[in-house]
């Protein structure tokens, strides 16, 4: 059996196998919330099924390279008319394996880099969905609403009496500055209701009433203020990936001549093209193999630059969803912390359940919309980087 006819019934048999194998099946969609759990079990299965299709390539030339070997070691081999030809055989084999070794290589790696690429078109996808989410957030009109006793209709109501009672009785108006400072809001009332006059009933009643709206305002105003600079931080933070995420595309997909970014391959859905970019880029490799070796090795090189530029993209990522995620439990300590809230509940306003709310939710999202505990496993790296079994 020559060399040639050895390939051609490995691969036969690799082929044979590979069409009734259920990895080259089909897969059936699953639902949404398992789309990183299933898109992880469909990637191990293709680097099985690639890791199967190259043992089988191997398997009729490894065989017959060990019978060659072994009748070298025969004395029938010591006659140069017959032993030659077995050591020219036993040459082209090792020539024919190395050659499998190397096609199957750069094969492994174009599947590395497709489902890098993969990986790295849905963490932009989660990237901008929570960019619409931070956008979409009503947190600074909230915070600023409630953390101002000026909002509130009652405290409103009863400022607008103690100015005309000031104002007839001492001739000054409030300054401008009072209704944006809380602290001097609850200096004024106080005194306001201390020097004016009117029924004391009602006096008792609106002290009620401001007394919760300024106890809640000044207690939480520097606290109400920590989770809007916060969620500020966390929306730019998120605006940093996003750019980072799009330039990373940019520079990997640049290596095998695609030019088009992110947002534009993504919008027109060209994802095909970018594929075809990258099976012509490992066919002119492969074309190279035997011809000028250092082709392969700088498309090595360059694709495998690119995965592990995208692994450590997915770390940042995971970085960063932890850190949100730690900064929304103290936003809802922060806002599950007032004493008075049971005893104030009548008069606080509506936009504070609604922040209350808005956290409660993006946490949800950050423990898991955004959370990718499958993207973080070890295996998963293993995979892009190449590590078998």
């Known amino acids: 059996m020559n060399v040639r006819c050895a390939q051609i019934v490995s691969c036969f048999w690799g082929t044979l196998l590979l069409f009734f194998h259920p990895a080259g099946m089909a897969a059936v969609p699953g639902d949404s919330l398992q789309l990183f759990g299933n898109w992880l079990a469909n990637t191990e299965t293709d680097f099985q099924r690639l890791h199967l299709q190259h043992s089988y390539a191997l398997v009729g030339t490894k065989t017959r390279l060990v019978a060659v070997d072994s009748f070298l070691r025969t004395p029938r081999a010591c006659d140069p008319e017959i032993g030659y030809a077995w050591l020219l055989e036993k040459i082209q084999l090792e020539d024919s394996i190395r050659l499998l070794e190397a096609d199957a290589a750069l094969k492994q790696l174009r599947l590395r880099y497709r489902k890098g690429i ?93 007394s919760c709206i300024l106890d809640f305002t000044v207690r939480m105003d520097q606290q109400l203020s920590i989770i809007q600079y916060e969620t500020e931080f966390l929306r730019d933070a998120n605006l940093s990936l996003k750019r980072e995420c799009e330039l990373l595309f940019s520079d990997c997909a640049r290596q095998i001549g695609y030019t088009t970014t992110l947002p534009q391959c993504r919008d027109q859905d060209d994802w095909e093209q970018l594929n075809n970019h990258l099976e012509q880029y490992i066919n002119t490799a492969e074309q190279a193999i035997e011809t000028n070796p250092a082709l392969p090795r700088k498309a090595h090189t360059n694709l495998q630059f690119s995965i592990d530029r995208i692994v450590h993209f997915l770390d ?74």
């Open 118 to 210: 993969e990986m790295l078109k849905m963490l932009y996808e989660k990237i901008l969905s929570l960019d619409h989410h931070f956008t979409s957030l009503r947190t600074s009109q909230q915070i600023a609403r409630i953390s101002n006793p000026h909002e509130y209709p009652d405290f409103k109501a009863l400022n607008g009496i103690l100015e005309e009672r000031m104002k007839k009785k001492f001739g000054f108006s409030l300054p401008a500055l009072l209704e944006s400072n809380p602290y001097l809001s609850a200096t004024f009332s106080i005194v306001g209701m201390a020097l004016g006059a009117g029924d004391s009933r009602q006096n008792q009643s609106n002290l009620e009433k401001i």
């Open 316 to 389: 940042q990522y995971c970085a960063f969803i932890a850190q949100g995620n730690v900064y929304y439990q103290k936003f809802a300590r922060i806002v599950g912390s007032y004493q008075h809230e049971a005893h104030c509940a009548a008069i606080l306003p509506d936009t504070f359940s609604s922040l209350k709310s808005d956290i409660e939710i993006t946490l949800e999202k950050f423990n898991n919309a955004y959370y990718l505990p499958e993207m973080q496993g070890s295996r998963l790296k293993d995979l892009l980087y190449g590590i078998e079994d």
